[in-house]
């Protein structure tokens, strides 16, 4: 079978190894599925490790409508020596002093603090980020600093996890668990803390926990995946937090050929407010909506165990609309 016609249209959760970049995950994926459309909802760093959501197939246009959400992420930030990646990666740039006062809990806790809340960040020089078609990155490794703009950002959350000193490396770290909005660069955030306590500071470790509401406790190594294959499917209806209906005969006919629908016709549920594996059937965790639907608003449309479709709807018609509709829909994985 030829990539790219596997016949597989579903989403995964891969807890991704330390050493690996996205697009090794993204390959990887295609070895297993045999399938050559394959994407990723999220970049993650090399050194970092955790929750990565892979869609495979037609799945993959679901890309679009996941890479907005928030993260949750655990990091370990090393005082004392500044990086040009700002990570352990890096090349030493720059080493300064570490005050006392680094390594007192309730000290690291007033700094982190006063980094919660909206803000501007300037992404490091080693970033995804493209300015005139260059990948700041790819420019920076050859020597070429891109001038970057600083990006609106929203830290929600910054909590001490630990803190440790290693007197013989003369090494002082941090263990702290951001919460974040999309566009965070967390390396950015450990340097930025190291100026905070008048000396400088890169990432050690770092392991996102959290991929809006995938949790990394639901992911699988890539060894895993192999194993179970289709099987290790999520619900993308879980994943969107859209509200959700589920189409009669008539009403899947209609989508399939791109109508909108009269919102009043249908039956509209919450979002799945968890992912448990052991549940079965389409209307798992399902529970009839308590607020009618707000214009502009994404709505999955599900028949039978596969989401057939994005629509939207407007106020003013008080129909739904087609956003995303799949030829062949995407699994929710289990059911009955």
């Given at each position: 079978m030829k990539r790219g016609d596997s016949g597989m249209c579903l989403v995964v959760g891969v807890d991704k190894p330390e050493g690996k970049s996205s697009h090794d995950v993204v390959n990887a994926c295609r070895r297993i599925f045999g399938e050559r459309r394959v994407g990723h909802t999220g970049t993650l760093d090399p050194l970092a490790t955790g929750a990565?959501?892979?869609?495979?197939?037609?799945?993959?246009?679901?890309?679009?409508?996941?890479?907005?959400?928030?993260?949750?992420?655990?990091?370990?930030?090393?005082?004392?020596?500044?990086?040009?990646?700002?990570?352990?990666?890096?090349?030493?740039?720059?080493?300064?002093?570490?005050?006392?006062?680094?390594?007192?809990?309730?000290?690291?806790?007033?700094?982190?603090?006063?980094?919660?809340?909206?803000?501007?960040?300037?992404?490091?020089?080693?970033?995804?980020?493209?300015?005139?078609?260059?990948?700041?990155?790819?420019?920076?490794?050859?020597?070429?600093?891109?001038?970057?703009?600083?990006?609106?950002?929203?830290?929600?959350?910054?909590?001490?996890?630990?803190?440790?000193?290693?007197?013989?490396?003369?090494?002082?770290?941090?263990?702290?668990?951001?919460?974040?909005?999309?566009?965070?660069?967390?390396?950015?955030?450990?340097?930025?803390?190291?100026?905070?306590?008048?000396?400088?500071?890169?990432?050690?470790?770092?392991?996102?926990?959290?991929?809006?509401?995938?949790?990394?406790e639901d992911c699988l190594s890539l060894d895993a995946l192999e194993r179970y294959g289709v099987e290790a499917a999520i619900d993308p209806v879980f994943l969107l937090e859209s509200r959700m209906a589920f189409l009669d005969d008539g009403a899947y006919a209609d989508v399939c050929n791109g109508k909108p629908l009269r919102a009043s016709e249908l039956s509209v549920y919450e979002a799945p407010h968890r992912f448990d594996a052991d549940d079965c059937g389409p209307r798992r965790c399902a529970v009839p909506a308590t607020s009618p639907l707000h214009d502009g608003e994404l709505v999955c449309l599900v028949y039978g165990n596969d989401l057939k479709a994005l629509y939207a709807f407007d106020a003013k018609t008080g129909k739904v609309s087609p956003k995303c509709v799949f030829s062949q829909g995407v699994t929710r994985g289990k059911s009955l």
């Open positions: 990565l959501v892979v869609c495979i197939g037609p799945a993959t246009r679901l890309d679009a409508y996941m890479v907005g959400h928030d993260k949750t992420y655990d990091v370990r930030i090393s005082f004392g020596a500044a990086t040009d990646t700002d990570d352990k990666l890096g090349e030493v740039i720059r080493t300064l002093d570490v005050p006392a006062q680094v390594c007192d809990p309730e000290f690291a806790q007033v700094i982190l603090s006063g980094f919660v809340g909206k803000q501007k960040q300037m992404p490091p020089a080693y970033s995804a980020i493209k300015k005139g078609g260059v990948k700041a990155c790819d420019a920076a490794r050859k020597g070429n600093v891109i001038a970057l703009e600083p990006r609106d950002i929203e830290v929600y959350s910054a909590e001490l996890l630990d803190l440790e000193r290693d007197p013989r490396a003369d090494s002082i770290w941090w263990d702290v668990r951001f919460s974040v909005s999309k566009g965070t660069y967390i390396r950015a955030l450990a340097r930025d803390v190291g100026a905070a306590c008048e000396t400088c500071a890169h990432v050690e470790t770092l392991r996102r926990t959290r991929a809006g509401v995938l949790d990394v």
